[in-house]
């Protein structure tokens, strides 16, 4: 009996997406959680959430400003992102996330120097530039009445729902890679970022503010509350996977067997997470403790980040149409560390200029009149 040998070859494809990538979908979901953070304070005029608002407008517009410029980044051609204009795709997220993404912008911006404004205004009264500088801002000494504010809140807050819809739905969506193929990835995407904003609340409320302990028992709040979900979500989806439910997770699970890297990373993910879990309840637990929040607030910061970098980067690793796993080297270039470096240090510079020119420590606009 004769027999024959077929080969199938697969060409290799590079990675489609780069840590430029990573640092977008970090820093805009810590711009919607931490906009959702000043909500209670700003917005519904809680006067004992208005020092936590404080410091959560200042997270979301740094990070607002800075998110985009990483998206750009990660287009290898920055300047083609008016493709998306000229071309009409409604059926694409990506296409829908670049409508979205200005108006969040622009609804967010608005919504800051509506809350600033009066405190500008005061300071645009003082010498020198910066008094100079802040007059031309504020646009003149009218009063913007509170409904205003409130208008462009609830925008950025609608436009943040459409930003968190379309950054998960746009990776869930490729079928061609089960492990983002899940609807729970968009949730997972949203509960990390809370973890991650809250956790970057306390850090500059560390840093800025002199470590205001209300700021930190609320954020610590947060951060217990949205690992508790995400530790749910993770399970359902385990769930899924074991029973058969979901075929996409099944083939997940499939595509890691018997990988030990994958294991680790799953052993280390379920103890960090268990790790700040538990040590943001014992610090609300003994509440006198909470001036200690900067060590949860790092601890959380690099869970949303790393979350991130597996589902974006490694998942990229894992062949699509073979069996094994490619491997992935960390460039030193603009396209690697030094782009994540960068684009951290843009943030820090966003963060110091706002801190500069706007007295942001100040009252906001919480009047009901």
């Known amino acids: 009996m004769n027999s024959a040998v077929i080969e199938v070859l697969t060409p290799r494809y590079g990675i489609a997406w780069y840590p430029w990538a990573v640092q977008y979908f970090f820093m805009i979901a810590i711009s919607y959680s931490a906009l959702l953070l000043t909500i209670p304070g700003l917005l519904m005029g809680k006067r004992n959430y208005q020092a936590l608002a404080k410091v959560a407008l200042l997270v979301t517009v740094s990070c607002t400003l800075v998110g985009p410029v990483a998206l750009l980044a990660d287009l290898h051609q920055p300047l083609r992102f008016w493709h998306f204009y000229a071309n009409l795709t409604p059926w694409s997220w990506m296409w829908l996330g670049s409508l979205l993404l200005p108006l969040y912008l622009v609804c967010v911006v608005a919504y800051a120097w509506l809350a600033w404004r009066p405190a500008m205004q005061e300071q645009a009264r003082g010498d020198g530039w910066i008094a100079r500088l802040s007059g031309w801002i504020v646009l003149g000494n009218w009063h913007a009445p509170r409904w205003m504010l409130v208008l462009c809140g609830l925008g950025a807050l609608v436009m943040s729902f459409g930003i968190m819809l379309y950054t998960g739905a746009e990776v869930a969506i490729v079928k061609a890679r089960p492990l983002w193929h899940t609807h729970w990835l968009p949730v997972m995407f949203v509960f990390t970022g809370l973890v991650a904003a809250a956790g970057l609340v306390i850090l500059v409320n560390r840093l800025m503010t002199g470590n205001d302990e209300e700021v930190n028992g609320q954020s610590l709040k947060v951060i217990f509350g949205s690992m508790v979900l995400a530790g749910l979500v993770a399970a359902l989806w385990l769930a899924e996977g074991i029973t058969g439910f979901s075929p996409s ?3 997940a699970f499939a ?24 040590a943001a309840a014992w610090m609300l637990r003994r509440n006198g403790n909470v001036a200690k929040a900067w060590l949860a607030g790092l601890l959380a910061v690099h869970i949303g980040w790393t979350f991130r970098w597996m589902v974006l980067m490694e998942v990229q690793t894992v062949a699509k149409n073979t069996a094994g796993y490619y491997q992935y080297v960390l460039d030193m270039g603009s396209s690697g560390l030094l782009g994540i470096l960068g684009t951290f240090g843009l943030w820090l510079a966003a963060l110091l200029i706002i801190d500069i020119l706007v007295p942001w420590k100040r009252d906001l606009q919480v009047g009901t009149h």
Do not use: C, K
């Open 249 to 251: 997770v099944e083939a």
């Open 255 to 278: 595509s890691l067997q018997g990988n030990p890297e994958w294991r680790a990373v799953a052993v280390y993910g379920l103890l960090v997470g268990v790790a700040l879990t538990l």
